[in-house]
C-alpha cells in the first residue's frame, strides 16, 4: 500500500535589507494571468516548481518588514534553501546609477524592485522558447495546455484548491507526441528546439551556476535557442542585470520612445541608448526600470488578429 501524501509545509522566513516590493520582483515568473504553475490568492504569492530535488510548491506572502514561506512536496526543502536567492538577496541594486532622468524617476518609484534567481533552467528555458516568434497570449496559452495535460498535480494544498501544476520533467517533455505540440499551437521548430533541450537536460541546467557570458554560450548551443531565448531565460535563473533582450519586438520600441521620444528604433538604437549602462552590467536592470513606466508609441493600425495553428 502506497504511503499517504505529505501536506505538512516546512517554512521560513526571509528579511530583506530595505525597502521590498514582492509581487514586482517574483511577476517576472508569470506566464499570463491563468499560467498553472504561479498564482496570486490571499496576499500570497503561490509557486510550482520541478527542482532538482523534485516537484515543490512555494507560497510566499509579505510578514511586516520580511517575508514568510511555506513549502510542500519532494522539493520543498531545496526551495527554501534557495528562498533568499530567489527572492533577490543576491541582488545589489545600489551599484546603479541612473544615466536618464526617467530611469531615475521609475526606481524612486520602485525602490522594491529585486532581480531574483530561480536556479532551474529549464522551467524558464521552456515558456522562453514558447514564446518565440508568437504573442504572448499565444504562448500562454501554449504553456498553460501542456502543463493542464502533461504535468502533474502541485504538492500541498495549491494543487486541490488552486488547480496548480508543476511541469513536466524533462523525459515527460521529450515524450509529448508531435500531434500535442500542434494542438497546444506549438509549431515544429519550436517543439524540436524544447526536446533537443530537455535531452540536455544536465548540461543546461549547469548553466545555473555560470557568469552570463558562459551560461549564453551553453544554452545558444543548442540548435533553436539564439540570444534572445537565453537572455529571457537568464534573466530569471541567475539574476543576470546585463541580460539585455535583443531581438524582442516591443522592447527595443519601449526603450527608444522613453528616453529619445523616437517611436521605431530597433536593437541597435536600443543598444545605443542602453550603452551608459554596459559598463556597469546594468542594462536588463535599466530596461526592467523602463517597462515599469509603461510607456509605449501610440498604435497606428489596429492590433492584428491571432491566427490559431491548432485548426490548420
Request: no cysteine.
Given at each position: 500500500m502506497s504511503a499517504a501524501p505529505d501536506h505538512r509545509a516546512r517554512t521560513r522566513t526571509w528579511a530583506p535589507p530595505g525597502p521590498y516590493d514582492l509581487w514586482r520582483t517574483l511577476g517576472v515568473l508569470r506566464r499570463g494571468p491563468g499560467d498553472p504553475a504561479f498564482r496570486v490568492a490571499d496576499g500570497a504569492v503561490w509557486r510550482a516548481s520541478r527542482t532538482p530535488a523534485g516537484p515543490g510548491t512555494l507560497r510566499v506572502a509579505p510578514a511586516g518588514g520580511a517575508?514568510?514561506?511555506?513549502?510542500?512536496?519532494?522539493?520543498?526543502?531545496?526551495?527554501?534553501?534557495g528562498l533568499p536567492a530567489l527572492l533577490g538577496a543576491e541582488d545589489d541594486p545600489e551599484p546603479f546609477t541612473p544615466r536618464h532622468r526617467v530611469v531615475h524617476e521609475a526606481r524612486r518609484r520602485h525602490p522594491g524592485l529585486r532581480l531574483i534567481r530561480t536556479g532551474v533552467v529549464l522551467e524558464s528555458l521552456?515558456?522562453?522558447?514558447?514564446?518565440?516568434?508568437?504573442?504572448?497570449?499565444?504562448?500562454?496559452?501554449?504553456?498553460?495546455?501542456?502543463?493542464?495535460?502533461?504535468?502533474?498535480?502541485?504538492?500541498?494544498?495549491?494543487?486541490?484548491?488552486?488547480?496548480?501544476?508543476v511541469m513536466p520533467d524533462a523525459r515527460g517533455w521529450a515524450m509529448i507526441p508531435s500531434w500535442e505540440w500542434h494542438r497546444a499551437g506549438v509549431d515544429g521548430k519550436r517543439a524540436a528546439t524544447i526536446v533537443r533541450a530537455v535531452r540536455r537536460a544536465r548540461?543546461?541546467?549547469?548553466?545555473?551556476?555560470?557568469?552570463?557570458?558562459?551560461?549564453?554560450?551553453?544554452?545558444?548551443?543548442?540548435?533553436?535557442?539564439?540570444?534572445?531565448?537565453?537572455?529571457?531565460t537568464l534573466q530569471r535563473v541567475i539574476g543576470a542585470a546585463d541580460a539585455v533582450t535583443v531581438g524582442d519586438l516591443h522592447l527595443p520600441r519601449i526603450v527608444g520612445y522613453t528616453l529619445a521620444g523616437e517611436r521605431n528604433a530597433d536593437d541597435e538604437r536600443m543598444l545605443e541608448l542602453l550603452a551608459p549602462y554596459e559598463a556597469g552590467g546594468q542594462r536588463h536592470r535599466a530596461t526592467r526600470y523602463l517597462c515599469l513606466l509603461g510607456r509605449m508609441p501610440p498604435r497606428r493600425k489596429p492590433k492584428a488578429a491571432i491566427p490559431d495553428i491548432a485548426r490548420l
Open positions: 517575508v514568510a514561506a511555506e513549502a510542500w512536496g519532494p522539493g520543498a526543502e531545496w526551495l527554501l534553501d521552456i515558456p522562453s522558447v514558447l514564446e518565440q516568434k508568437v504573442t504572448t497570449d499565444e504562448a500562454y496559452r501554449s504553456w498553460r495546455l501542456l502543463l493542464h495535460r502533461y504535468g502533474t498535480e502541485a504538492p500541498g494544498p495549491a494543487g486541490p484548491e488552486l488547480r496548480m501544476r548540461a543546461l541546467q549547469a548553466a545555473a551556476d555560470m557568469d552570463l557570458d558562459a551560461a549564453t554560450r551553453r544554452l545558444t548551443a543548442i540548435t533553436g535557442i539564439g540570444p534572445w531565448t537565453a537572455a529571457e
